[in-house]
């Protein structure tokens, strides 16, 4: 078990900038999720996918932000013309399948900071 | 919407003390999750709940999940300096997948 893996662990982009984290789920885990974290908060979460489908948005998730896992594997998420506010620690989280809610295994998170 | 409240927001203790936090909320879930949080990396879970009533240990930690599912404690035991760092509870409803957190337990530790 090698852990969720993310991908960079920080990127410092000017505003109006496109950015693309990468998220590597535990393997065989068929859950992945998206969360938020500004400074001195818990996460906030944006979205999850089971397999290759995208099941669930959260409000927090505006049109300047796009997430896919198109095979099911390893994900993305992007925003496009960044904002100040975008500044935050995003973090993805995995879990398996199972008759109970799974407990979610978060990575260490890609710290983003807008110039 | 649902929201977590956790407290204390911050613990000043000493080395060996035990030490206990709780989460509240307005709304029931089914399953209550704590987490640890150290600077720059991600939670980490330390013990899952699924049962009103629930208690569960993980070493010198132990968590229990209130009766009326709308809370959830955790103790940790002696504490340690390892034991530094931010805590988290997390609640989630039954058939839901997104968890929702409190705002952290910050713990600091005096050798």
């Known amino acids: 078990d090698t852990g969720v893996s993310q991908n960079p662990r920080h990127k410092i982009t000017k505003r109006g900038q496109n950015v693309t984290f990468r998220c590597d789920p535990i393997s065989e885990h068929n859950r992945l999720y998206w969360y938020r974290q500004t400074l001195g908060q818990g996460p906030e979460f944006l979205t999850y996918f089971q397999n290759e489908a995208q099941l669930e948005k959260s409000r927090l998730l505006s049109d300047r932000f796009s997430a896919e896992r198109p095979k099911g594997s390893f994900s993305t998420l992007e925003i496009q013309r960044t904002e100040q506010g975008d500044s935050a620690m995003y973090l993805c989280?995995?879990?398996?399948?199972?008759?109970?809610?799974?407990?979610?295994?978060f990575g260490d998170g890609t710290r983003l900071s807008i110039l | 919407g649902q929201q977590l409240n956790q407290s204390p927001q911050s613990m000043f203790i000493q080395e060996g003390e035990d030490v206990s936090m709780n989460c509240t909320s307005s709304s029931i879930f089914n399953t209550w999750l704590w987490y640890k949080q150290d600077p720059g990396e991600g939670p980490v879970l330390l013990i899952a709940?699924?049962?009103?009533?629930e208690l569960t240990s993980n070493g010198r930690l132990t968590a229990q999940f209130g009766i009326t599912r709308k809370d959830s404690f955790l103790n940790i035991s002696a504490s340690i300096p390892s034991d530094v760092g931010i805590y988290f509870c997390?609640?989630?409803?039954?058939?839901?997948?997104?968890?929702?957190f409190g705002q952290g337990t910050r713990l600091t530790i005096n050798p």
């Open positions: 989280a995995s879990s398996p399948l199972g008759g109970i809610n799974q407990p979610q295994h």
């Open positions: 997390a609640g989630q409803v039954q058939g839901a997948q997104k968890l929702v």
């Open positions: 709940l699924y049962k009103a009533g």
